[in-house]
């Protein structure tokens, strides 16, 4: 098993920038769907970000324009670059595999997640 692990969050002020990091030991995303979800307290998980296996992103309307998400294979990480940041912003960040069929990506183990905090 593959066990995803997400890093790069922090507490910014509105407006600011982050940029998140997942990686899991040898693995490459570039052959599986991906996605990185939020989570508030007190609310649902929502997807936030999503890529294919031929590159193509997708975005919630809350964060197009904002975010972008993107894959290293050289270095075998996933990114989501989070610009313009919002108080909405606010929540635990998670990298998963999504929409996939094949057992080397489903079979990827959800991480901690990273804590990105935005104050006003």
């Known amino acids: 098993q593959v066990q995803l692990v997400e890093s790069g969050g922090g507490s910014v002020q509105a407006g600011g920038s982050l940029k998140l990091s997942c990686e899991a030991s040898g693995f490459i995303f570039s052959h599986c769907g991906m996605a990185w979800h939020r989570q508030a307290p007190g609310k649902e998980r929502e997807l936030v970000a999503s890529?294919?296996?031929?590159?193509?992103?997708t975005y919630a309307p809350s964060v197009s324009g904002r975010f972008s998400m993107y894959h290293d294979d050289q270095n075998k990480k996933m990114y989501l670059q989070m610009n313009s940041l919002k108080t909405e912003d606010t929540g635990v960040y998670y990298c998963?595999?999504?929409?996939?069929?094949?057992?080397?990506?489903?079979?990827?183990?959800w991480g901690q997640g990273t804590q990105v905090t935005v104050s006003a």
């Open positions: 998963a595999e999504h929409l996939n069929w094949q057992s080397y990506c489903s079979s990827l183990g």
């Open positions: 890529i294919a296996t031929d590159g193509a992103t």
